[in-house]
């Protein structure tokens, strides 16, 4: 597959099989993550790659954020809450969970950091899709909640930018739909 049919025929997969996805196809896609562009060579990235029951971390992260969320519950609904929560971890046969690391190197906002992370993430999607895989790139208010960058070890100025399910497609992808990128350029010729 080439760059432009990866990428115009990439699209978000939410559903996907539980089959296992061998660890050398999930080599490659950090392999592409590490390829985005970084400004200054930082390299501001880290990743948790979750699979089998080790996507209980993930689960114990959403779990823990939603039962911080909730206020006054009894045992019995945190118990309910927590068991909801943790199936959201299981969507997907594998999840990796993508985190900046911004540096202080002079020259380099801490925007680029997320530029360079974001990146990283596309690259990942763009990779797996090519490798017969469907991604989806979720986000979502519990990402950046306290209690899920306690879970995951987050330190200092580090956040969670989101987390790629990955997994063979259960079913051909939506169709894609984008407004033509003529309506959001202008052309600047003199
Ligand atoms: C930063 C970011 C966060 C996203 N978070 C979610 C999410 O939490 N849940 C979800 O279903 N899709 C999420 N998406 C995927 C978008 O919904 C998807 O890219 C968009 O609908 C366009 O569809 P396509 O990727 O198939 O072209 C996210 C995408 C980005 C870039």
């Known amino acids: ?55 209980k971390l993930l689960g114990r992260g959403y779990a823990e954020v939603a039962i911080a969320e909730a206020g006054d519950i009894s045992p019995d609904e945190i118990a309910e809450l927590r068991a909801a929560q943790e199936k959201k971890a299981l969507r997907a046969p594998v999840v990796i969970a993508v985190a900046v690391t911004p540096t202080a190197l002079p020259g380099v906002p801490e925007i680029e950091e997320y530029a360079a992370a974001h990146a990283a993430v596309h690259n990942m999607s763009l990779m797996a899709h090519a490798l017969g895989l469907g991604t989806i790139w979720r986000t979502g208010a519990p990402t950046y909640h306290p209690k899920m960058k306690e879970v995951f070890g987050l330190q200092g100025a580090e956040e969670l930018v989101g987390f790629v399910y990955i997994g063979y497609p259960e079913r051909e992808a939506p169709e894609g739909k984008r407004t033509p990128h003529q309506q959001k350029t202008v052309w600047v010729r003199e």
């Open 1 to 55: 597959m080439n760059v432009k049919e990866a990428i115009l025929s990439r699209r978000s997969i939410g559903k996907v099989k539980q089959d296992a996805v061998p660890e050398e196809l999930v080599q490659q896609v950090l392999e592409a993550a590490v390829w985005a562009p970084n400004h200054g060579q930082t390299e501001p990235w880290r990743f948790w790659v979750m699979t089998g029951e080790g996507r």
